[in-house]
């Protein structure tokens, strides 16, 4: 056995896996094939790149993203305090600086002198196959895994496939809105109370937070975006690329197609708003959110989209208040890549048929970055586990997080036989039913969480 685990993938659940390795005194060989390959999404040389939302979600524990957050900081995760560090104005939600972040956990892995930082494609002048041999191995290369480690990946797992895909949103300048349309504020938080007179609704609403910037539209303005967008020139994907989308980040565009009303009950909803111009309800409003520490940068909430790029700036430029928009970063469509982890792994991550590998990331079919870190940190927890049992001679005792906390429950999810897996999101719905019936929802949520903490 040689003195090291290896980690393939330098994102999100890659660095923390490789944190927590190393809590236990454990050497670590990174691999991260960036900045000598790029994949289709990425741009960034830094470790644990954002490609899509800045957003980490909601921060408060009645949302199952905010309990799996504080069940993460419960167990000191890297990537968790970095987000702590690096947010930005969003309300409730946990929103960061994505160049920010990214500097940051770069700097505590590439410091840290138990982790080496190997700039290679797995698949070239090194094998998974071999890599395995050698000692243990956590793949952790996300959903924009690299067509040579992903051809090794199915000649281990024999699967047909393992690609599905998804779109990110676009990024706008701020000084490019126009604020004689737009306007800032939360949901419902901007809405006009009974008791307020106009001046004094105008004169509240001047004063809210500047993470969401709305802009509302009228039904013949709205109207009139949908037929551009449905009619819009999209790229064209290759032959070898399988048309799957997951759900959980549809093309706008695909939205809109399946009706003239679905935007507006889907991200262009405009309940909760009304329009200082006219003081009413707009018919739909397209909601921006801040991106950058500077507030520079906002984007457009539920856009991710596979138009061309010409065509992006040309539809998107409709909608009132971004017709001189500045796009610094258009929307894009790549591939996702994922296993059947429900017949391939159990609920440590740990692959099945070879106990010396494990899966880490959204590549095990968790959907979003606080899963990924979740399943990083699990992961990494048990791999250390395993070395530690064969250097010193011992049994070997797996980490199972318990099913009612949040960590727990998207492990027991991922690992459970299912023969229609998809990929699944933090949701109270993974957990086990409270004992007594609660009717209502916030109320029950929070004894969910209540209860996960005290199980973790």
């Not at 190997?118 to 067509?147: F, M, Q, W």
């Not at 009619?231 to 048309?243: I, P, T, Y």
């Not at 996702?336 to 899966?359: A, C, P, V, W």
Request: proline fraction near 3%.
């Amino acid at each position: 056995m040689i003195n090291y685990i290896s980690i393939i993938g330098g994102g999100l659940a890659g660095c923390e896996a490789a944190y927590q390795i190393t809590k236990e005194g454990i050497r670590v060989k990174l691999y991260e094939m960036k900045p000598l390959k790029y994949s289709p999404a990425h741009s960034n040389k830094d470790l644990a790149e954002i490609v899509c939302s800045n957003s980490f979600k909601s921060n408060l524990l009645t949302n199952a993203c905010g309990l799996l957050k504080e069940e993460l900081r419960n167990l000191d995760s890297l990537l968790i305090k970095t987000a702590d560090k690096t947010k930005v104005p969003a309300g409730q939600a946990l929103a960061v600086d994505r160049e920010l972040f990214s500097q940051e956990v770069t700097k505590q892995i590439k410091s840290n002198p138990l982790i080496e930082v190997i700039n290679e494609e797995i698949g070239n002048k090194i094998s998974l196959k071999d890599l395995a041999k050698e000692g243990i191995v956590i793949i952790a290369t996300g959903p924009l895994t690299s067509d040579k480690l992903s051809k090794e990946i199915l000649e281990l797992t024999g699967e047909k496939n393992l690609a599905f895909y998804d779109a990110a949103a676009p990024i706008i300048t701020k000084e490019s809105i126009n604020f004689d349309i737009a306007f800032y504020g939360n949901r419902y938080e901007q809405e006009k109370k009974k008791e307020e007179s106009i001046e004094e609704w105008k004169e509240r609403i001047q004063n809210q937070d500047a993470s969401y910037i709305n802009l509302p539209m009228n039904k013949e303005e709205y109207e009139s975006f949908v037929d551009e967008l449905i009619n819009a020139e999209k790229v064209v994907l290759h032959d070898f690329e399988k048309r799957e989308i997951f759900e959980g980040c549809m093309p706008i565009e695909i939205m809109a197609n399946r009706g003239i009303d679905t935007l507006r009950f889907g991200p262009l909803k405009p309940v909760g708003f009304d329009d200082p111009r006219t003081s009413k309800r707009p018919y739909a409003v397209a909601q921006l959110r801040q991106d950058n520490a500077n507030a520079s940068l906002y984007n457009i909430v539920g856009f991710q989209t596979n138009l061309k790029f010409g065509e992006q700036k040309r539809v998107f430029e409709k909608i009132p208040g971004l017709e001189n928009a500045e796009f610094v970063k258009y929307g894009v469509m790549h591939r996702n890549t994922y296993i059947n982890s429900t017949k391939l792994l159990d609920e440590t991550y740990n692959y099945k048929k070879n106990n010396n590998i494990y899966f880490a990331g959204q590549i095990t079919g968790v959907e979003g970055y606080v899963e990924s870190i979740s399943s990083g940190l699990v992961a990494g927890i048990n791999a250390g586990n395993k070395y530690n049992s064969v250097i010193n001679n011992g049994n070997f005792e797996k980490t199972i997080f318990s099913k009612y906390t949040m960590i727990g429950a998207l492990a027991n999810y991922i690992s459970t036989e299912n023969e229609k897996f998809q990929p699944m999101n933090a949701n109270f719905g993974i957990l086990p039913e409270l004992e007594e019936k609660v009717k209502d929802k916030k109320l029950r949520y929070q004894k969910l969480a209540d209860r996960a903490l005290i199980n973790l």
